[in-house]
């Protein structure tokens, strides 16, 4: 059985969500990243991106990392295009095109979205949303969101999925990266393709277990 | 034949190594960056980011494309990704973990390295490294830098390459981010691995004819 090494409160979200959309059994070993951990380098802390265990399977110290024979798997866009082309039937590409195109998407929200979101999510996880350096920030990223979002929404209009017509890891790895910047409710208002086909997305039973399962840990040790 | 819509200066310097590399015959379209034209908007501007005909091949407005048959596909690094698969041979990945690894290490550079390197790179092409706010922004992009170069310089020292131990498209796609870096010439001194397989990567034939192609290219028109 494949080995995914994370915690729900991280990016293995996305790996977690796609297990459960393909009925893949994955064993989650629970690692913390470091900056959740009051002592990471105590000798009894919890295993965490810190711990020499965790540093010589992967160097990179950062989570989800997946073990699947051989395989030492790192960065959770890379490990879900994987476990779909690998296990993932309908979900994965149906030949060299759809795998292109996927590929594509996972890239395009990595470099154009992740960002953002992230410091926009970064402002209401600390509490600056409603100080005005916290506005501010807020409306610098859904500015730099504007362009990818233009792009998702005049695609989603016409196809409304990423790839290929139907639900596929392209929809997980991209809804995955926009999730971030949901945390800014008004985000969304303006692209109504983007805001239907997300909603589609998380109203999936797969997403809500994921998410209940997310809910129920705890955010610092 | 596939057809490149792009330009020398620009992130289709990738494409052109890789073909370079793999003898595939790609026809270059020359398409302008809007911000490098005086009037990108004007009627009879060369054809350019912003012009009616490009966007309507991909919506992106940005460049490089590429066109294979009925698959119109944007992002250089999955464009790579799917050449080396389909015309790559051994530049290509072998097996599905080769396959997986070449795109983790793909998302690990754009995700890790390719922001703080661009803007390294911009602080010297626009001609501010020294000046205080300059030096002060290249500090801050080196600091960021220091995880993922540790991260390569381990991974490279014990590899000699990113997958397969051998030359491949993750080399290239790596190499090109870790490229916008290298204006900053003090940076690699601290990591003798990644250096020496830089300079290596760098002094290649098809590295050196696409330079060569793109030093005669006009920077503005």
Redesign the interface.
């Known amino acids: 059985m494949p080995v995914l090494y994370g915690s729900y409160r991280s990016r293995a979200t996305r790996n977690l969500w796609l297990a459960g959309e393909i009925g893949l059994e994955l064993e989650l070993r629970q690692v913390w990243q470091a900056y959740r951990l009051d002592k990471p380098d105590a000798p009894d802390a919890p295993f965490n991106t810190r711990s020499r265990g965790f540093l010589s399977l992967s160097?990179?110290?950062a989570i989800p990392v997946l073990v699947d024979g051989?395989?030492v798997?790192?960065?959770s866009?890379?490990?879900n295009?994987?476990l779909a082309?690998?296990y993932g039937g309908d979900l994965g590409p149906r030949d060299?095109?759809e795998?292109?195109?996927m590929?594509?998407w996972?890239?395009?929200a990595?470099?154009a979205m992740?960002?953002p979101g992230l410091a926009i999510q970064n402002v209401h996880t600390y509490g600056r949303a409603d100080s005005e350096a916290g506005r501010g920030e807020i409306a610098d990223k859904v500015e730099a969101l504007g362009?990818p979002l233009r792009?998702l929404e005049?695609?989603l209009g016409r196809d409304g999925h990423m790839v290929g017509g139907r639900f596929t890891v392209a929809d997980i790895n991209v809804a995955e990266i926009l999730r971030y910047a949901q945390s800014h409710e008004p985000l969304l208002a303006e692209y109504p393709a983007v805001d239907g086909w997300l909603r589609a997305c998380q109203a999936r039973p797969a997403f809500r277990a994921m998410w209940d399962r997310r809910a129920a840990e705890p955010m610092w040790l």
Chains 1, 2 share one sequence.
Do not use: K, S, W
Request: proline letters at 3%.
């Open positions: 160097p990179m110290g051989d395989l798997l790192a960065e866009l890379a490990i295009l994987y082309r690998r060299e095109a795998n292109a195109l590929t594509q996972t890239l395009f990595a470099t992740e960002g362009r792009v005049g695609h």
